[in-house]
């Protein structure tokens, strides 16, 4: 019974890690894709304000970022640069995460097993002690019920001391008057 119980319990362990790296992969798949996203959306906010900029000082499509001079060239390469170091970070973050969550899994299942063990012996020395109070409670219950048998059979006993006191009170007068006789 305990063996068919650790499997299946091994069983769940197995779906729980396999389930765990799906939700994993699946993460990280998120998180890979979410930076080629938000590069686009960067893009795309640089060319709405280098054509804004371009029509406020009337260079038209030659002015601004787009020409390639000035320091707006220079912000283009270090925001894909911050990108790419911020894609870094998620990466290296979400990695982390799984990391910590695969060993507070882990963590958990100990515990739980603990727990499961404890319970169990906790049991067993709640039905060993409940048995050995039983057991004392019986033995008491039989002890008292002979000290009162001993009790009963004893009370003839005291009847029986009153008559050794008076058999001793008339040995008493009895030796007295043998004595008294022998001295005549």
Do not use: W
Not at 150 to 164: F, I, Y
């Amino acid at each position: 019974m305990a063996s068919a119980a650790s499997s299946s319990t091994g069983m769940v362990r197995v779906a729980a890690s396999a389930q765990a790296e799906k939700d994993r992969s699946a993460r990280i798949q998120t998180i890979q894709a979410q930076p080629e996203l938000l590069a686009f959306k960067e893009q795309q906010r640089l060319g709405a304000q280098d054509a804004a900029a371009g029509a406020r000082d009337g260079g038209g499509a030659g002015g601004g970022r787009a020409a390639g001079g000035g320091a707006g060239a220079e912000a283009l390469p270090a925001t894909a640069a911050m990108l790419t170091s911020v894609e870094g970070n998620a990466r290296e973050l979400a990695i982390s995460v799984d990391q910590l969550l695969a060993k507070l899994t882990g963590s958990m299942q100990q515990i739980t097993h603990g727990s499961r063990e404890y319970s169990r012996l906790y049991d067993g020395v709640v039905g060993s002690a409940e048995s050995a109070v039983a057991d004392s409670v019986l033995a008491m219950q039989e002890l008292i019920a002979k000290c009162q048998e001993l009790e009963m059979e004893l009370m003839p006993v005291d009847g029986m001391t009153a008559q050794v006191k008076e058999v001793k009170e008339q040995l008493t007068t009895l030796e007295g008057l043998v004595a008294t006789v022998a001295k005549q």
